[in-house]
């Protein structure tokens, strides 16, 4: 059983305000202008935020596997005691029961402190990117004119009708992977198979001397 804190990796948002920009620009063509992102899409949208949760995902995955072999130690133990309820001595009984509550507090105790650990990485992993989508953003909205930049998942007004146009989250994702280019995985270098030798050509037989 996958649990719950594992399911989805859902970065935590690094921003408390709704309003996450407030730039001025002398060029400004429209007065006014305001431009939406979600925070958090994009900083799971862009490379680096990918290339974090994959490894994210691959770190807790012991954690997720150990859990799931508790979970059906504990199923299979209170399937024991039901079936076998009649059969059972008051002394195998026993034992059954104290195993099962031992894997029960194991269980509740991995599961706590992987959740923990798992929070604090993730947060780890808003503050890194999310402070460097910042000014990404900064620098684009008053580039293009943008007075107000805002998250409209975290804005306490809700946002109700928004034009394609405001939405800027897919250029601010291309500006990002731009300027904070991730490394691609190298494939494990492989030793091109050994060419056999070439045989020296063989020499034109000799006509009969006469």
Do not use: W
Request: with cysteine.
């Amino acid at each position: 059983m996958k649990n719950r804190f594992l399911t989805k990796l859902v970065l935590l948002s690094v921003f408390s305000c709704p309003a996450l920009l407030s730039a001025q620009s002398p060029a400004a063509s429209s007065p006014g202008k305001i431009g939406l992102i979600n925070i958090q899409e994009a900083i799971a949208t862009t490379a680096e935020g990918k290339k974090a949760l994959a490894e994210l995902d691959k770190k807790y995955q012991p954690k997720r596997t150990e859990l799931q072999r508790l979970q059906q130690e504990i199923a299979s133990l209170e399937d024991q005691l039901q079936r076998q309820s009649t059969t059972l001595s008051d002394e195998e009984r026993a034992r059954l029961t104290r195993q099962h509550d031992d894997e029960q507090t194991t269980m509740k105790r991995t599961q706590e402190d992987a959740q923990r650990e798992f929070q604090l990485d993730n947060q780890e992993i808003g503050r890194r990117i999310g402070q460097k989508l910042v000014r990404v953003i900064n620098d684009y909205a008053q580039q293009n004119g943008f007075e107000v930049v805002m998250d409209p998942a975290a804005a306490q007004v809700p946002v109700y009708f928004a034009a394609k146009e405001v939405d800027i989250l897919e250029d601010i994702v291309k500006r990002y992977d731009a300027a904070n280019p991730v490394a691609a995985e190298l494939a494990p270098s492989t030793t091109p198979a050994t060419r056999p030798a070439s045989k020296p050509a063989a020499k034109p037989a000799e006509k009969p001397k006469p």
